[in-house]
């Protein structure tokens, strides 16, 4: 993910928080927001995730104009391809999601984001390992660390993500 | 509001339910905000004539942001320094999850006092669905 600029936003923290059902009244009300120790509106613990929001090349988010993988008149609102020889020796498999699903995340706050704040994100590749599944197959484990600074530069959150994708033995059919 | 180093003691815990019976509708606003409009949390007939899991289910996501409500209500707004899960199980809709958080040590570090905590959140039939930690500031 890399974010240019990534608003700190009053009405986007009450949103949220509602999403995550939080009835905290330091995201509604900035009257009462200021009379806490935190002096104002800050962002909830897993806020930064909605930096997706800002990042023009997200992948799940349906793009203006483009197909989207998700269901229409069909279960699937993409036209299928003609499939190549590869797919149809069998030698190549078509995914069936939208990609790996979410492993672990981690968050260290330097600060806590507060409206106002224009944060910034970069991300970098961190640790692959593998891990023999359950059901047999690899999962293959990737962990990304984005970093979140502030309109001064300064660091605010770190976060690290892994994702996990299975990927079947090469021997299998 | 905020947690005292000195009333707190190794072994005590902190829980709540944090959502009941979990609605498609709350995973979409999930969706809305977070910007992850991924069909297999909102697309019923995408997920499972597609992606052929048995229903939606919520992003791991959503229920980490459940269980940090859990997290800041206890220790405080402001008051996290940091804070992982690890996903273990999915949740679908129709689950009711209790979140936990275990105080595992309270000592000094950087010159300020701070709680280490167990985070444990488990749905209706028990199953962990999310298990991490967190540590916070406290006076």
Redesign the interface.
Known sequence: MAVGKFPIEYSHIMMFARSVGDANNIYYDQDYAASTEPGGVIAPPTFVQASAQFDPDYFLRPKIGQEWFGSAKGPTGITPKPKSDAEKSGEKKESGSGGGLHAEQHYVYHRHPKVGDVLNATTKSGKTWEKQGRRGGNLVFSESITEYRDQNGELVVTATGVGVRTERPATSA | ??LKANELNVGDVHEEE??RNLTRT?IV??A?????????H??E??TT????YPSVFA????T???T??M???YV???R????????TSQVFPGATLTARATVTAVRDEDGEKVVDLDVSTIDEDGTEVVK?NATARVD
């Open positions: 509001m905020a944090v959502v709350q606003q999930y809305g905000t977070s910007g992850d409009y991924n069909p297999l909102t697309d007939i995408y004539e597609i992606a052929k992003h791991g996501m959503l980490m942001g459940m940090g409500k997290l800041t209500n405080g707004d402001g996290l320094k940091s804070f992982g899960v690890r996903f991490g």
